[in-house]
C-alpha cells in the first residue's frame, strides 16, 4: 500500500520539534549516540511524511503554545483532587457515587478528547462515553461533578484552541 506524500512543511516543523526532545530526552551528547539521534529522527520524519500524517491527526501545532500552561494548571487539578478522594477515603462516611453528563458540544473533536480525558486523569471522576454531544461522567462525589458544572476545566480547555 502507499500514501500520498504529505505537504513538505510539515515535516520543516517536525524535523527541529523531534530533534529538540530527543535532545532532551537522551542527555547523552557524544558524538556517536547524537549521530544515531540525528538518523532516527530523520528516520521518523521520513515515515511521517510518507504516510501523510495531517499534522491535524495528531496534537496541532496551534496548540502547543498553551498546552505546558493548561498541563501545570491540570496538574494542580489532579493533585487537589487526589487530596478530596484521600480525604474521603479516610472519612467515615460513604462516597455517594453520582452519574452526570456535562456539556461539550460546542467543542471541536480535539478538544473533546482533551476535555474527556482531562476528566479521567481527575481522580474521582471518569468519563464514561460521549451522549449527544455531551460526555457522560461518573464520580465517586457529586463535588466532582459540580466542579465540572462550573465550568473551569471547559473554559481551559477551549483555551487551548485559542477561542
Given at each position: 500500500?502507499t500514501f500520498p506524500?504529505?505537504?513538505?512543511?510539515?515535516?520543516?516543523k517536525?524535523?527541529?520539534?523531534?530533534?529538540?526532545?530527543w535532545?532532551?530526552?537522551?542527555g547523552?551528547?557524544?558524538p556517536?549516540v547524537?549521530?544515531l539521534?540525528?538518523?532516527?529522527?530523520v528516520?521518523?520524519?521520513?515515515?511521517v511524511?510518507?504516510m501523510?500524517v495531517?499534522?491535524?491527526?495528531g496534537l496541532?501545532?496551534?496548540?502547543?503554545p498553551?498546552?505546558p500552561?493548561?498541563?501545570?494548571?491540570?496538574g494542580w487539578q489532579?493533585?487537589?483532587s487526589?487530596?478530596?478522594?484521600?480525604r474521603?477515603?479516610w472519612?467515615?462516611?460513604?462516597?455517594r457515587?453520582?452519574?452526570a453528563t456535562?456539556?461539550a458540544?460546542?467543542?471541536p473533536?480535539l478538544?473533546?478528547?482533551i476535555?474527556a480525558?482531562s476528566?479521567?486523569?481527575?481522580?474521582?471522576?471518569?468519563?464514561?462515553?460521549f451522549?449527544?454531544e455531551d460526555?457522560e461522567?461518573?464520580s465517586?462525589q457529586?463535588a466532582?461533578?459540580?466542579d465540572?458544572?462550573?465550568?473551569?476545566?471547559?473554559?481551559?480547555?477551549r483555551?487551548?484552541e485559542?477561542?
Amino acid at each position: 500500500m502507499t500514501f500520498p506524500p504529505a505537504p513538505r512543511g510539515m515535516a520543516l516543523k517536525l524535523l527541529p520539534l523531534l530533534a529538540a526532545f530527543w535532545l532532551i530526552v537522551s542527555g547523552h551528547y557524544t558524538p556517536l549516540v547524537l549521530m544515531l539521534g540525528a538518523l532516527s529522527v530523520v528516520l521518523v520524519v521520513v515515515v511521517v511524511v510518507r504516510m501523510a500524517v495531517a499534522d491535524e491527526e495528531g496534537l496541532p501545532m496551534r496548540v502547543l503554545p498553551r498546552l505546558p500552561r493548561y498541563l501545570l494548571w491540570l496538574g494542580w487539578q489532579i493533585l487537589l483532587s487526589a487530596l478530596a478522594v484521600l480525604r474521603m477515603v479516610w472519612s467515615p462516611r460513604r462516597p455517594r457515587p453520582v452519574v452526570a453528563t456535562v456539556p461539550a458540544a460546542e467543542l471541536p473533536d480535539l478538544s473533546k478528547v482533551i476535555y474527556a480525558n482531562s476528566i479521567t486523569l481527575t481522580p474521582g471522576t471518569l468519563s464514561v462515553s460521549f451522549r449527544n454531544e455531551d460526555i457522560e461522567v461518573h464520580s465517586i462525589q457529586r463535588a466532582g461533578i459540580t466542579d465540572l458544572e462550573g465550568g473551569a476545566m471547559l473554559d481551559r480547555v477551549r483555551g487551548l484552541e485559542g477561542r
